[in-house]
């Protein structure tokens, strides 16, 4: 019997009644060969078989995150080969093939267009809670310019969580483990009218600190001990499905975060540049936490203290042969945090950093059904709006003694602040038409207007007001095409090509010096795959991929602010390949391995932490959180116990390369190669609604950066980074109904 999962909220909801499934086998992860499951998968803006999809998409489904011990969006690097993630001052970083933006500051945007149930997420924040309660995380690889246009240069992640259902279900789940986890959730759904449906879900992450904080002395002499890297957090989302006639579907939905934790927290990666004497006198002071260490001193208590909340609804419409849907979604997105950037028990310096966004998007979309034959289509107009607010403040406390001043009042608040607002709209479509029962060609385009306006604020407050403007508004235009072929030469067969063009919007910097823009950035991209289905219980995905990356958009620290500049070309070739497989009904093996070729083809620049080297010709050097290889191995059985009873154990092992953070190659940014380790074992009742697991993640406690930058002068341009999570371990009880 075959399922058909299709997401709640999506713009396509509609077609998931009428999508019939394809009687060839078909393996998506550890999904079975034997005609047991076929997934639909929505990433290309209307539904279809993962199998039929000409392009690389990679599919993670509820079981296999959770199978595979994935709880967080950085969790998902650890099984996925192409992507590189991290969380970095509460916003995550995300890398497809090479391709990402490295955020120093609050207000940039990502190269990767992340969309929770059809709705833009604009900032990196609002990202990571977008994972909760999910049904399955597409990862479509390869620029997107003509289906999402701005910010998908590297790709597009699509996030579909558990809708409405027409029968009455509920499931629950507490985890227990070390560093005090519990963590819970629980969700109830079904028909409240026989035409309306609901889902609410509610859960709540909590963890202590990975990171031990020592805050000087008491009265008596003893150390004060805090801890950092904890997470306490709530996330609630309610979704509504109303079908007033049997053609129209409405799709209402909410969702709520917030946390107040000390989850950011930096850790010294290496010893910098030592541009700073007074600095490195005064943190002499105090103790300083050892490189990569998670026992760190402080002088204050940072916290994490993000709000985030959206709404959305959907109208979709059954035409018969196409589906017209309009899709209208609200965001507020409401990062804040505070940190000390010195790791000592003396204060050198900290930093605030806050921003007030709020994004309204509208998309209307018309698509061919499923089972129309012939053209297959999709079109649209998209509007995106955005207003926000940024805060970028760091306090030299050390200085005020130096020159005189008597503390924030008066001395040493460096402001790098401002604001932006966006509007953009877009017009776009697709086709593949089919030429005979075997080929098929795909054509598309998408044209694109961004504006964009702000403020910008630079002053070291006690020294000079280095900037204050009004940024006036700016236009770019963009024309992004694709084309491809189809070739099915057995019905279990998929080969194809693709020559597509994507790009990233251009903008202002806030918070700097800078008042001119940025131009956008592009990538065309060359890519030929296969999908194969390898005798009745294997499937074989496969590409090559080459791509013209063009007026790249480099963040660099001057002195104590972050210039961006369209100073860099780049060329990246690459391999990739997963096979999924199910040797026996009770045995299911995956593998994948992506190799990269990603070096600046162009880039002249000087490095201002050794200005004395003059002009540097960086032609050559890796891209920033590019690997040359990454591997990974998935192994799961099922072992029958008696009663009814079932065990099933799983394993999961990720080889990494050295990876550099630096455009550099700077020693002092860069991760050693690295194995990790994930297990899993789950006791299975009869019938399977409740289950036991018990499992541990990064087996062997390795200590990873994730992510590493040089800071400015002031405070020494030292080697600061991110450690990923340690070794964690627990129980987990799950119940379904």
């Known amino acids: 019997m075959a399922i058909i999962v299709v997401g709640g909220c999506w713009p396509c909801a509609a077609w ?39 392009a690389s998409i990679d599919l993670l489904t509820a079981d296999r995150l959770r199978g595979s011990n994935v709880r967080t969006f950085e969790g998902l690097a650890r099984i996925e080969t192409g992507m590189q993630l991290t969380a970095y001052q509460g916003e995550t970083q995300l890398f497809i093939r090479g391709v990402g933006a490295v955020t120093f500051i609050g207000g940039f945007d990502s190269s990767i267009g992340v969309y929770s149930d059809g709705v833009y997420l604009s900032r990196p924040s609002a990202i990571a809670p977008a994972l909760f309660d999910v049904d399955r995380v597409e990862v479509l690889k390869g620029p997107q310019g003509t289906l999402y246009g701005r910010n998908a240069t590297a790709g597009a992640i699509s996030l579909v969580s558990r809708g409405p259902t027409d029968d009455w279900t509920g499931d629950a789940s507490a985890t227990v483990g070390n560093y005090s986890n519990i963590n819970v959730m629980g969700a109830v759904g079904g028909p409240i009218t026989p035409n309306l449906s609901f889902r609410w879900a509610v859960g ?77 006198a005064r943190i002499g002071m105090g103790e300083v936490g050892g490189y990569g ?28 042969g196409s589906t017209l849907s309009w899709t209208s979604a609200y965001r507020r997105t409401r990062p804040q945090n505070y940190d000390d950037l010195t790791n000592s028990s003396v204060l050198g310096e900290s930093q605030f950093k806050q921003e ?69 709209w877009a017009v776009f479509g697709e086709a593949t038409l089919a030429l005979g029962s075997k080929l098929a060609v795909t054509v598309g385009g998408r044209y694109s207007q961004d504006r964009h306006a702000g403020t910008n604020l630079l002053d070291f407050v006690g020294f000079a007001l280095q900037n204050d403007a009004r940024l006036p508004p700016v236009r770019f235009r963009s024309f992004t095409p694709k084309a491809g072929l189809e070739y099915r030469p057995t019905a279990g067969t998929l080969v194809y090509a693709t020559a597509s063009r994507g790009f990233k919007a251009g903008g202002y910097n806030v918070g700097s010096g800078q008042n001119t823009p940025f131009k956008p950035e592009s990538i065309w991209s060359y890519e030929v795959g296969t999908k194969l289905d390898i005798g009745p219980s294997a499937y074989l995905r496969a590409s090559v991929f080459h791509y013209d990356y063009s007026d790249m958009q480099v963040q660099d620290v001057d002195a104590n602010t972050v210039l961006i ?12 390949a997963s096979l999924a497989a199910r040797p026996g009904r009770s045995l299911s093996v995956n593998l994948s391995a992506t190799y990269l070729h990603a070096r600046f083809s162009e880039y002249r620049t000087i490095n201002t932490k050794t200005p004395q080297l003059g002009v540097l010709d960086l032609s050559g050097n890796p891209l920033p959180q590019a690997p040359a290889f990454k ?21 999961d092992a990720t080889w990494q390369d050295r990876i550099y953070f630096s455009a550099f190659k700077d020693p002092r940014a860069t991760q050693p190669a690295y194995w990790w380790l994930k297990a899993r074992m789950t006791l299975v009742a009869p019938g399977g609604r409740d289950r036991i697991a018990a499992f541990v ?41």
């Open 293 to 320: 260490s998670r026992q760190v001193s402080t002088s204050i208590l940072p916290y994490n203290k993000p709000e985030n909340w959206g709404v959305r609804g959907t109208v979709a419409i059954d035409l018969g």
């Open 204 to 280: 709540s992450d909590n963890h202590s600190g990975y990171t031990r904080l020592y805050f000087g002395r008491a009265v008596d002499g003893g150390e004060i001990i805090r801890h950092a890297e904890d997470q306490h957090d709530v996330t609630s989302r309610l979704s509504l499905r109303w079908r007033p006639a049997p053609d129209v579907t409405v799709d209402l939905a909410g969702d709520y975060y917030r946390a107040d934790d000390r989850a950011v927290v930096f850790h010294f990666s290496g010893p910098g540049y030592d541009n700073s004497p007074l600095f490195n």
């Open 697 to 737: 993640d990064n087996l062997t406690d390795t200590r990873v950066f994730s992510n590493i930058s040089i800071t400015g002068d002031l405070d020494g341009s030292r080697g600061s980074g991110v450690l990923a999570p340690p070794r964690t371990y627990g129980l987990q009880f799950t119940r379904q109904w």
């Open 631 to 651: 591997a990974n191995a998935g192994v799961e059985r099922t072992f029958p116990v008696s009663g009814g009873w079932s065990i099933t154990a799983r394993g």
């Open 356 to 424: 007030r966004a709020e994004q309204v998007t509208q998309d209307v979309i018309l698509a061919s059904n499923p089972e129309k034959s012939g053209v297959r289509y999709v079109a649209g107009l998209s509007y995106f709006r955005e207003r926000n607010a940024i805060r970028n403040e760091f306090f030299f406390p050390f200085l005020a003694g130096y020159f005189g001043g008597q503390g924030v009042a008066d001395c040493c608040l460096l402001k790098a602040n401002g604001s932006t607002a966006t509007d953009t």
């Open 565 to 576: 500049r369209n100073a860099a070309k780049a060329k990246i070739n690459g391999v990739e």
């Open 16 to 54: 998931a009644q009428d999508a019939a499934p394809s009687k060839t086998a078909v393996l998506s992860d550890i999904q079975t060969g034997d005609g047991e499951a076929e997934i639909v998968v929505t990433a290309q803006r209307r539904p279809a078989a993962e199998r039929d999809v000409p």
